[in-house]
């Protein structure tokens, strides 16, 4: 089976035991009001690779033949890594948020790459096994999710400095079959709905840090394993029965804090253990692949969000105003630059040693940083635009109410021939991107997800070899040392 219809999908889901928790009880993660919507857009990942208009951007052909989903392969030249990035727009899009199987497909192609190097220099024998485990995924189409983010605690602390040990993911033993491992993942999208967990470390180790250095593959239903679901803005809304004040919409993702209680993993789901100064490595080459993804993710949702606050123009009768036109172009040219600069780091990425292709790093950096910011412009521009009604707007039921209902509908009127409930479902998509639940996908996750700001930063300072552009000036300057 190496492509899962979304029924076929939906079905696995309901085969595996998983200890999920929401405000203080076990919930069914296919079931639940507040999970259902991620559901659905992981299905529309294996739904689109049947559809003839994407099945090119959703698939792979493998050198066998095979087909499988393009989230379970490496990416082997910059068309690659294009086609991926289409299918996250395309993804984002259809469902107001990102595609939920790439941060997988980020964590398979970093450890399937770092792997082979690590053997290359150390002698290890990480890389064929961790082949034989993709095999296994491709084999059974599994959404992966990629663990990376600890905890933290102090973050002025190294992980060997805290006051917890725990706050980094650790090795707390080793056994002749595997290992046992401790600690947490924070901000987990697609773990409740994924059949597996890449799991990585989130810093640069040091020799005395070697626990620390551990990546590793487990089952979603490993003994150990278990999820506190996060909230998020507007959440309970799901629980009233009717999409009109969600925007409409009934697709988007879950966050977990993702616990492991002691969890045993064998030795063939280790990929890394101890070999410290592969970490850098590591997270910078998962890190690279997954900001670029945030270029296409980010600037498909902002193009929603203008198309939104373009129609909103329409129908509050400001859509000519020359004002309102200049700030609807200042948002399309905002959006358009954060596509580009992740298009580019496609385009002139490089083959890594195992023939695996990564994005270019100062691209990927700059597209990530330019995303943190520029959402929250776009957000601020579409709220302008549509007024404050987006923040007071009666709820959908007072609409309804055969009393008070026509007083919602004569004031909430905008231009003749647009009827009220057009403006007020309008008024709640917006809502939905800018401060509802969509708002964790379009700015928060802008911001954070990936790493933050800062993190970017380090990257393109990293990368920005000011040297040579100095020596450009002073040739141009005429100065000689
Ligand atoms: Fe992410």
Redesign the pocket.
Known sequence: MALMTAEQYVESMTKIKKRVYFMGELINITEHPLAQPALNSVALTYELCFNPEYEELFTATLESGEKVNRCVTFWKNAEDLIKKYKMIQITARLTGR?NSRT?GADAINAIGSVSYEMDDDLGTEYHPRFLKYLKYIQDNDFTISGAITDPKGNRSLRPIQQSDPDMYVRVVEKKSDGIVVRGAKMHQ?VAVHAHEHIVAPCTTLREEEQDYAVAFAVPADAEGLFHIMGRQPSDTRRLEGDLFDLGGINQGGNETLMIFDDVFVPWDRVFMCGEWKWSFPMIHRFAGY?RNCYGAGKSAIADIVIGAAALMAEYNGTAKNSIIRDKLTEMVHMARTIYACGLTSCVEGYSTPSGIFNVNLMYTNVTKLHVGRLTYEIARLAEDIAGGLVATMPSHKDFTDPIIGKYVNKYLKGVDGVPTENRMKLMRLIEYFCYGQGSVYFLS?ALH??GSPQGQKLLIERESDLETKKEWAKSLAGISD
Request: charge should be negative; proline fraction near 0%; glycine fraction near 28%.
């Open positions: 990102g941060v999208s997954h996750e997800g990936a």
